[in-house]
């Protein structure tokens, strides 16, 4: 009789997020079920209650670290597996919640909860790789499904991932999308974004709001420039960069700027 192949084990975590990563998973379908076929759903609770004990060969990380607990749990999830993929903007750049980064935490709290000193939480939100080593990360707001089932491809298959890192910009030519920023003097962070969206929002002629965060080597010098140049205020600069990658270090750094050019002006005679 012969021998059942092992199947590798893979479990999802959630840490602070909205789902929509891990919903994107399940929005696989019929590439689900055939992947179910090569892989052992340990541990997805978003999928399942059934739940197997560790360790497992692959996990999925949706979600920031913002509490004490988190901390000591993702660390709990690290030692339990192989090889950890971070999907999302939560999970690899602190999310839309990595806004308390540059805010009083305290007024946060007083301002959202009738107790707030029920509240125990910490004043960041910080990625995953902040607090344990990162195997790969997988960007947007939500994750590439393409760019899922390559990454999961590539783990079967025991190579690399072939993921992007270019700009939003070259998959707006692969569209035949004419350049919003260019002909139309549209407000597009385009050249500074990661691919992985697909263009999207260049294809329905409104600017990249960059889902994906910074790509490789982002030029935000320029890119602080140009949407100057377009009449955007300084303050304008700082909201489009402070979205869902705001804590993205070259993202959080075109922000500073921002702000550093708003009280120059203000303390100007």
Not at 65 to 93: F, H, M, N, P, Y
Not at 122 to 145: F, N
Not at 194 to 221: E, K, M, T
Request: proline share 6%; glycine share 8%; charged share 20%.
């Amino acid at each position: 009789m012969l021998a059942t192949p092992h199947r590798p084990r893979l479990a999802v975590w959630k840490f602070a997020s909205c789902d929509g990563c891990q919903l994107s998973i399940l929005d696989l379908e019929d590439e689900l079920l055939a992947l179910a076929g090569r892989i052992e759903i340990a541990n997805f609770r978003e999928a399942s209650s059934a739940v197997l004990d560790g360790p497992y060969d692959l996990s999925l990380v949706e979600g920031s670290i913002t509490t004490r607990e988190d901390a000591k749990r993702i660390r709990e999830v690290r030692a339990q597996s192989k090889v950890l993929v971070t999907i999302g903007a939560c999970a690899t750049a602190g999310g839309i919640q990595a806004l308390r980064n540059f805010a009083n935490i305290d007024e946060f709290r007083r301002a959202v909860y009738a107790r707030p000193e029920y509240i125990e939480t910490l004043a960041t939100s910080t990625p995953i790789a902040d607090h344990v080593p990162v195997d790969h990360e997988l960007r947007g707001c939500p994750i590439s499904k393409s760019q899922l089932l390559e990454m999961v491809g590539a783990f079967l298959q025991e190579r690399a991932p072939n993921t992007p890192n270019e700009s939003v910009c070259i998959e707006c030519k692969r569209r035949g999308n004419v350049c919003v920023l260019v002909a139309r003097g549209t407000p597009c962070l385009g050249p500074v974004t990661q691919a992985g969206c697909g263009a999207i929002c260049p294809a329905f002629s409104r600017g990249c709001y960059g889902c994906f965060g910074p790509q490789g080597s982002p030029n935000v010098a320029s890119m602080l420039t140009e949407l100057h140049r377009l009449g955007m205020t300084a303050p304008e600069v700082r909201r489009v960069f402070r979205t869902f990658n705001a804590g993205a270090p070259a993202f959080r750094t075109a922000s500073e700027f921002a702000v550093e050019a708003t009280d120059a002006k203000e303390g100007a005679p």
